[in-house]
């Protein structure tokens, strides 16, 4: 069973901090990670994805991959009371297969 | 350039009824996947077309089915309606060339079975 895990939250944070998201997956042949926003009542929304070791930089967004630890993360600079959503992390176990979604994780981002 | 859409917003359907919702993926994406979000619960993979073909299924009854036509858009039926299939459908389409694989989502369609 291909598994991808996140804390619930939910993640409180104050205005102006760094909010740090992490996710882990099982599937150590997984190849593309990704990550997105869903405001409540809301679709998923598309922040990063990410394919390669390393950071990947995208405005107040850093999404953190290491495939030997099974880690990805997402740091959020500067959070921002609008940045309050659930976070869903989603990866691709192997190329051609279908996404495979993280539970989410609830962030606050408290003024 | 147009997003995904779905229809209907909302769809309100009597528990033995059949469903019918759709989707029409951004211009140039070839795949087109179905997703089920109970409230408060995450996202359950449903089905998965790429160029008119199901390519995938995740852990549903058969009840639930599909199709994509020619045009790339596709159809999720849900046949003899159970109260548990209220939830939010989703709808995304991805491009799938080289390695390009992210999906991106429609609106939703709230399907309600009272």
């Known amino acids: 069973q291909k598994e991808v895990e996140q804390n619930s939250g939910p993640l409180s944070v104050p205005e102006g901090a760094i909010a740090s998201l992490n996710c882990t997956y099982s599937?150590?042949?997984?190849?593309?990670f990704f990550w997105y926003r869903q405001y409540s009542g809301k679709s998923p929304e598309l922040i990063m994805f990410?394919?390669?070791?390393g950071d990947k930089e995208d405005g107040r967004f850093t999404a953190q991959l290491n495939k030997a630890s099974q880690y990805v993360s997402l740091l959020i600079r500067d959070s921002q009371p609008s940045d309050s959503a659930t976070y869903l992390c989603?990866?691709?176990?192997?190329?051609?297969?279908?996404?495979?979604f993280g539970p989410g994780t609830r962030l606050s981002v408290l003024p | 350039e147009a997003g995904v859409t779905q229809s209907p917003t909302h769809l309100i359907k009597t528990r033995g009824q059949q469903a019918t919702l759709r989707c029409s993926p951004i211009?140039?994406?070839?795949?087109v996947y179905w997703y089920q979000q109970a409230l408060g619960l995450g996202l359950q993979f449903l089905l998965w077309?790429?160029?008119?073909?199901?390519?995938n299924r995740g852990n549903f009854p058969p009840r639930f089915s599909g199709r994509q036509f020619p045009n790339y858009s596709s159809e999720l039926n849900v046949n003899a309606l159970e109260l548990e299939d209220s939830a939010l459908y989703l709808c995304?389409?991805?491009?799938?060339?080289?390695?390009?694989?992210?999906?991106?989502f429609g609106p939703g369609t709230r399907l309600t079975v009272t």
């Open positions: 077309y790429d160029e008119g073909e199901e390519r």
């Open positions: 989603a990866v691709i176990p192997n190329y051609g297969q279908n996404f495979v």
């Open positions: 995304a389409s991805s491009p799938r060339l080289l390695s390009s694989y992210e999906q991106y």
């Open positions: 211009s140039g994406h070839t795949s």
């Open positions: 990410i394919y390669s070791n």
């Open positions: 599937d150590r042949g997984s190849q593309s």
